[in-house]
């Protein structure tokens, strides 16, 4: 990815988190009409992470997402058809109905999963380096996880062995201030994910999550590093999750307050506000924007609608190579 | 053939799948400078250098995960533990992502992945040095799990689990280590999933893993000094298990024990018991027996010790006892 940002970059980014936004929308009223299978936890709010970190990767470049993993997926450019297929428990998405939400993959786009455990993908992003660099190839490892997932012991074995094998990974915490129904000041020793770099001699940032230019900054300084082969670099990218830990989440404990102000600061008008004032482009372009990302959307689920749902002769398929 | 020992066949099956395939490499806690805790990884940093001998930090967890990853974009790692009770650690990823991201994914990827453990019981190493946990992941769909008894299986099932393309957890014992063999000097592989018929006989059958093989062995001579003769049958592959050839040689003598280093409680023996149970049923002559460790921690002294593990004694009394009905 080069370092100036265009004017078509930005505007890809803007679709990008609009398209995100939409999606998660969508899985709400999918929900209640009784079509998701299992559960679902969405991204809204923090769409500037994901579109602005996956904005500077290169084609070879790897990710590994987490429970909340549709934003990455999106903003990495998997099909949102397939996506919402897999969602609704169909043939046609990614996984064919086995994976759910939750395990989203596509490795032809450099997307090892999503996963279900918290901290999971952690050490499988630093194995994936390991794998890269015995094969000869530069890309590099973006591996998101959530503040909750830097108290897992996976989280400091993960950036001690790739520090001390100075592998090319990014990680990014994505800290939405709640780990479910723990505030993270309460359960987060030192106030900061981003100081734990310090630990293991890497470099450690904060950043505005709620910013797509100012994450896909960091994230392509860091990528950079990475891929000269100086190793690792760990950035906490705040940001708020709108919506409840899951859609089976009923009762919210947050703060209303605290969740209002957040919706102020909605990575998403912000841009808008941003590109308009800045002249990159007018409300009009971007209303054509939204519009097409909707139409994108209607796609997606009549897509996922018109799949099948899987035969049930293929639970006992791909268990083994 | 040349007489090898158990840590030799392993430590050259290593060598040649390394020099066969570039992608194949080795990770674990001292597996380089120091050749391995008991040697199994000797001289390879040597040969095939640091970045494919990797000497880690003390992270079970990440070791695992690292192991995971690479295997997810198409390299063969094989992971050395040192004790299978470490393991413990590194359960999030081999249970919840090596088995399962295959099948997650309905076949877009593969985790050809080979963690190499040694169980320990009998060295006086105490309750976290010494279980034999293999049964933990035969209990999961999604792994194979591989349990030599033999220099020769040892090597011919190493290779073979490199080249699978499924999770493979493989089982040696520290008490084989130093035992010598028959090993064919030409290339040797061991299909997994296929069982050994290692001593045959017509009274019993009796089917062992592991260390307890050789027990078995042992037992089966004493045995036949009475006219007895035992069928020692040894699976070499625990998951997937070769049932055809249990089943005939049940067929055919009409009783079974089963020896294991695991516990009994949802253990390996009773897994063996029971899928006998229900396909051989009306060829049984005798209630099937199982022979395990006695269901305690490992203590350390060695009387204590002595107590609790599989000996061939116990081996011999329950023949009998099965022989008795």
């Not at chain 1, 470049?61 to 058809?81: E, F, K, N, P, V």
């Not at chain 1, 470099?203 to 000269?228: L, Y």
């Not at chain 2, 089982?171 to 130093?178: I, T």
């Not at chain 2, 090993?183 to 001593?199: F, N």
Request: contains cysteine.
């Amino acid at each position: 990815m080069q370092d100036d940002i265009s004017r078509e970059d930005r505007l890809d980014w803007y679709r990008r988190m609009c398209l995100i936004r939409g999606f998660e929308e969508e899985i709400h009223n999918l929900n209640k009409a009784g079509l998701v299978q299992g559960t679902a936890h969405l991204y809204i709010g923090m769409e500037a992470i994901a579109v602005g970190a996956c904005s500077a990767m290169n084609s070879a470049d790897l990710l590994t997402s987490t429970h909340r993993g549709h934003g990455h997926c999106i903003a990495r450019g998997l099909d949102t058809g397939r996506m919402m297929a897999e969602i609704l428990g169909r043939v046609d998405g990614y996984c064919g109905g086995k994976g759910g939400s939750m395990h989203i993959t596509d490795v032809s786009r450099g997307m090892l999963g999503a996963d279900g455990i918290v901290g999971g993908g952690i050490p499988i992003a630093v194995g994936a380096a390991l794998g890269v660099r015995l094969k000869g190839d530069l890309s590099v490892v973006l591996c998101f996880f959530g503040e909750g997932a830097s108290n897992q012991g996976s989280f400091h074995e993960s950036l001690n062995l790739a520090a001390v094998r100075r592998l090319a990974v990014v990680f990014i915490c994505e800290n939405n201030l709640w780990a479910l129904s723990a505030p993270f000041a309460e359960v987060t020793a030192g106030g900061s994910v981003a100081n734990r770099a310090g630990a293991y001699g890497i470099p450690g940032e904060k950043v505005d999550g709620n910013d797509v230019e100012a994450v896909f900054k960091a994230v392509n300084e860091a990528a950079k590093r990475a891929r000269a082969g100086l190793g690792p670099s760990l950035l906490e990218c705040v940001s708020y999750r709108w919506e409840g830990h899951s859609i089976f989440t009923r009762q919210e404990i947050r703060p209303a307050e605290e969740i209002q102000q957040w919706k102020q600061r909605d990575p998403i008008n912000r841009y808008r506000a941003r590109l308009i004032e800045a002249k990159t482009a007018a409300s009009e372009v971007l209303g054509q924007i939204e519009l097409q990302v909707s139409e994108q959307i209607s796609k997606a689920i009549q897509f996922a609608k018109n799949s099948s749902l899987p035969d049930s002769e293929t639970a006992f398929r791909n268990t083994y190579a | 053939m040349r007489q090898t020992s158990y840590a030799e066949a392993l430590n050259e099956a290593l060598r040649e799948e390394m020099r066969r395939d570039p992608l194949v490499f080795v990770l674990g806690e001292d597996v380089g400078r120091m050749g391995g805790l008991f040697k199994v990884t000797q001289a390879l940093l040597e040969e095939f250098g640091p970045e494919r001998v990797i000497d880690t930090p003390i992270s079970e967890a990440a070791i695992a995960g690292a192991g995971v990853g690479s295997a997810l974009v198409g390299t063969r790692p094989v992971i050395e533990f040192q004790f299978n009770d470490f393991m413990t650690i590194a359960m999030d990823q081999i249970v919840n992502h090596a088995a399962k991201l295959r099948y997650m994914t309905n076949g877009m990827v593969s985790v050809p992945l080979v963690i190499r453990a040694p169980v320990c019981g009998g060295i006086s190493l105490g309750a976290q040095h010494s279980q034999s946990l293999e049964s933990w992941f035969v209990h999961t769909p999604g792994l194979k799990v591989v349990m030599p008894s033999t220099p020769a299986d040892a090597k011919g099932l190493l290779k073979s689990a490199i080249r699978d393309d499924n999770p493979v957890l493989f089982f040696e014992h520290r008490l084989l280590y130093a035992q010598t063999g028959e090993v064919p000097d030409e290339e040797h592989l061991v299909a997994l999933g296929v069982a050994d018929v290692k001593r045959t006989g017509t009274d019993l059958t009796l089917v062992a893993t592991g260390r307890t093989v050789s027990l078995a062995l042992r037992a089966a001579e004493k045995l036949s000094e009475e006219g007895i003769e035992v069928e020692v049958i040894d699976p070499r592959t625990l998951k997937p298990l070769d049932t055809h050839l249990i089943f005939q040689s049940v067929r055919k003598t009409n009783r079974l024990l089963v020896a294991s280093d695991g516990w009994s409680a949802c253990g390996y023996a009773s897994e063996v018991m029971a899928t006998v149970m229900e396909h051989c049923f009306f060829d049984l002559d005798a209630p099937i027996q199982r022979v395990c460790p006695k269901d305690v921690p490992m203590p350390v002294a060695g009387p204590l010790q002595k107590a609790v593990m599989v000996s061939e004694e116990d081996i011999v009394s329950n023949c009998r006892r099965v022989l008795a009905t």
